[in-house]
């Protein structure tokens, strides 16, 4: 789940951390990697077995409160990688 990482309750640092920021980059050639797409972020990885399966409404789609968090999630690890170089 993103939501730890993307509410401040991780921080960006942690190994799960890591690896969602792993999950977020673009896959080869900039196309759709684990969670992003060409569109935004999913609401659930590509490789899941669940994802677009059945009732699928929060189970892949894109959705704008989830790709704001995200970002603000991104744009704060971003900082504070920037302090922690800018230190050394």
Do not use: M
Not at 29 to 56: I, T
């Amino acid at each position: 789940s993103l939501f730890p990482l993307v509410l401040g309750h991780l921080p960006c640092d942690h190994p799960y951390a890591e690896r969602l920021l792993r999950a977020l980059q673009p896959g080869p050639k900039s196309k759709a990697g684990e969670l992003w797409s060409a569109y935004g972020v999913l609401s659930l990885s590509s490789k899941d077995k669940l994802y677009r399966s059945g009732e699928d409404y929060w189970r892949g789609k894109i959705w704008g409160n989830l790709n704001y968090l995200t970002i603000s999630a991104l744009q704060r690890c971003a900082s504070q990688r920037s302090e922690e170089h800018t230190s050394e």
